[in-house]
């Protein structure tokens, strides 16, 4: 059974910054991709971030180009998602997600055939 659980996320001023942990079992961690992706208030689920398996190509939505950085360490088998100078529009609930594939259309949550339970970001300004 694939289970996949995030850690890290909290309440933080603007400019602020948190770190989120994603911990996966139960498939082989490092021939999938991974990715983030946020759902805040009557808006729809959108994609934040996707890391090849090896990670050697990452991917961002534009607004969080340059503040967020997403890794990953195949040997622990998480996935970590550094958010920097954090606003207010950045609030939501935030969830790892596992790719079908190694690599591919990381950007849809189509591609993604395990999620997490989400962890809620609260960015107050």
């Known amino acids: 059974q694939v289970r996949l659980v995030e850690s890290g996320g909290g309440l933080v001023q603007a400019g602020g910054s948190l770190r989120l942990s994603c911990a996966a079992s139960?498939?082989?961690?490092?021939?999938?991709?991974m990715g983030w992706f946020r759902q805040a208030p009557g808006k729809e689920r959108e994609f934040v971030a996707a890391?090849?398996?090896?990670?050697?190509?990452?991917y961002y939505t534009d607004s969080v180009k340059g503040r967020f950085t997403i890794s990953r360490d195949n040997n622990k088998n998480t996935v970590d998602l550094q958010m920097n100078s954090l606003k207010p529009e950045d609030t939501a609930v935030y969830y790892c997600?596992?790719?079908?594939?190694?690599?591919?259309?990381?950007?849809?949550?189509?591609?993604?055939?395990?999620w997490g339970q989400g962890t809620q970001v609260t960015v107050s300004s």
């Open positions: 997600a596992s790719h079908s594939r190694a690599s591919g259309s990381v950007w849809s949550p189509v591609g993604y055939d395990y």
């Open positions: 139960g498939r082989t961690f490092s021939t999938h991709a």
């Open positions: 890391i090849t398996w090896s990670g050697g190509s990452t």
